[in-house]
């Protein structure tokens, strides 16, 4: 209020001008060189200078209200003159407030900035101890060398599990830990911030992830790298998000795009692109420096999709969209085991939207066998469970689609005969080892007829089979072992197996090992229209031969 009246009085006096005057609007055109101002021609611009001037500073104000400053700053200025379309001031953007002087003579006023004069020759004869600053310069450096990142200012230190799992559940741990740092000045002071904290509510804070420009360029190679044509590329891009470190900045922009990517192409039923987001989630779960527990939400239920999506290609009678579904399975086996816990219940909630698309009677049986295969990857105890006590109805639902094939064949009768097929194949993959175990030797075929149905006789010998298998016998009683490579024209590519023959202490048998480049490792599916068997996969198989032969 006394500021108010001081303005006031002031202006009353006379100090203080609202208006811009004519003498002043004749100085600066005389500076300027335009000495030839009539007094009318003055008098108009100095009415429009003042009313742009009000004009400005009004818009000032607001920008200045909105800034929650109520002192106006240079930069509000330069904003109100950006805004009125006007190119804005340069070089006027000092923070400290700069002290006109006001001085009158020779009938006119004039208010100037007060600059002291320096003489040259003390400047000249100090000594000056700081370095002379450097001139603004581009400097290289290596953001990584041979996949390892150097520990150089200019690259961000990388962070370990723990510390990102910590920031995760609490982000203001590092003000906190500045907070502990500094001792407290005053004992009743830190007395009152005691019971401030215990009375006022804490609000989570947000986790800002902020991308230099390096990396920002480095999540758009990486993303086109992964999705484009060029599989060079997409190779040294997978083994970069599986192997490098620091990559947690970028975790959650990688996490979204695979997910909104999924739904894209889904409904576009583009199966090549699935694939490959698949593998980049493949290549993040096998980097050992992401902490992926935060986006969980995301990666689930992308896999879950490519799991029991009804189609996932445009041509289901023709594209190899059951490898994408095999892969998918095995990146939910994987996730279940290393993010489920009690808390999360991860495992709980897959299997129970597994086991829905198997009860629904509506789905494709494509997705029966996602489900299945998915199922078959989290475990014996879920297979016994939730798998086995639906086979019965599996089994008739196959048995009507076999039926239906025979009689009027078109294109959807043989997609789904193919779907039969290979939901045939899951339920003989999985489901004879597990009753193998639980189910008494002393069972007949009718008793595997009555209570499995249509896989009845077929469970029966596979379980049969397993029983006879010596597997004990011959890894007990191996001899010596003869290893020779082949190779097997698959398509147009030459696939290449072991075959390992394992002499056995009967004379008439012989156990013969084959196995793709002798791992039994599952391989990744690169491109989609893959068909056949998987050439990494191990077949045991025996031989019997008369004993007069060696």
């Not at 190779?487 to 090992?513: A, D, E, G, H, M």
Request: aromatic share 6%.
């Amino acid at each position: 209020m006394d500021k108010i009246q001081r303005h006031l009085k002031e202006k009353k006096e006379g100090k203080i001008t609202p208006n811009v005057s004519a003498e002043c609007v004749r100085v600066t055109g005389e500076s300027n060189g335009i000495t030839a101002i009539t007094d009318d021609a003055a008098n108009v611009l100095a009415e429009d200078v003042t009313f742009r001037l009000k004009q400005l500073i009004q818009e000032a104000e607001k920008f200045a209200r909105h800034s929650k400053r109520q002192k106006i700053d240079t930069s509000d200025f330069t904003e109100a003159l950006i805004n009125f379309n006007v190119e804005p001031l340069y070089g006027f953007h000092s923070q400290d407030f700069i002290p006109f002087r006001f001085a009158s003579g020779g009938g006119r006023e004039l208010h100037f900035v007060e600059e002291k004069e320096v003489e040259l020759s003390e400047i000249t004869s100090q000594n000056i101890s700081g370095k002379t600053p450097l001139d603004v310069c581009v400097k290289a450096h290596w953001l990584a060398i041979e996949g390892v990142q150097p520990s150089i200012p200019e690259n961000p230190p990388p962070v370990d599990k723990e510390t990102q799992k910590q920031e995760s559940v609490d982000p203001s741990t590092n003000n906190k830990q500045t907070m502990v740092d500094k001792p407290p000045a005053d004992v009743t002071k830190m007395r009152r911030r005691a019971l401030r904290v215990t009375e006022t509510v804490h609000m989570k804070e947000c986790v800002q992830h902020e991308l230099s420009v390096e990396q920002q360029l480095y999540y758009k190679e990486i993303t086109e790298a992964c999705v484009g044509s060029d599989e060079n590329r997409r190779t040294e891009a997978l083994n970069s998000l599986s192997v490098d470190t620091g990559l947690h900045q970028m975790l959650p922009r990688f996490c979204n795009f695979i997910s909104e990517g999924v739904k894209v192409n889904v409904c576009q039923k583009n199966l090549a692109l699935l694939i490959y987001l698949m593998r980049m989630v493949k290549s993040l779960l096998e980097n050992p420096t992401l902490y992926l527990q935060n986006y969980l939400h995301q990666i689930v239920p992308a896999v879950a999709t490519c799991i029991v999506s009804k189609q996932l290609c445009l041509r289901p009678d023709v594209d190899n969209h059951w490898a994408l579904r095999d892969f998918a399975s095995r990146l939910m086996g994987t996730l279940c085991k290393q993010f489920s816990t009690n808390t999360n219940g991860i495992q709980t909630r897959v299997t129970r939207l597994l086991t829905s698309a198997l009860l629904d009677k509506t789905t494709p049986l494509a997705s029966h066998y996602g489900a299945l295969t998915a199922l078959g990857e989290l475990g014996p105890e879920v297979v016994e469970t939730f798998v086995i006590p639906l086979v019965h109805d599996e089994g008739q639902r196959v048995k009507s689609v076999l039926d239906n094939s025979v009689t009027m064949a078109n294109a959807f009768n043989t997609t789904e005969k193919n779907s039969a097929d290979r939901v045939k194949t899951a339920i003989l993959k999985i489901i004879p080892p597990i009753l193998k175990n639980i189910r008494p030797e002393t069972d007949k075929q009718e008793d595997y007829v009555n209570e499995y149905g249509y896989y009845g006789s077929i469970l029966f010998n596979a379980v049969t089979k397993l029983r006879e298998t010596p597997v004990t016998t011959a890894s007990s009683s191996i001899g010596i072992i003869k290893t020779t490579t082949s190779s097997v024209s698959n398509c147009k590519n030459q696939v290449p197996f072991q075959i390992q023959t394992v002499s056995q202490t009967r004379p008439n048998q012989k156990l013969y090992i084959v196995g793709g480049s002798g791992s039994s490792t599952p391989s990744t599916p690169t491109t989609p229209n893959v068909r056949g068997p998987n050439p990494n996969m191990q077949k045991l198989i025996v031989v019997t031969t008369p004993s007069s032969l060696p």
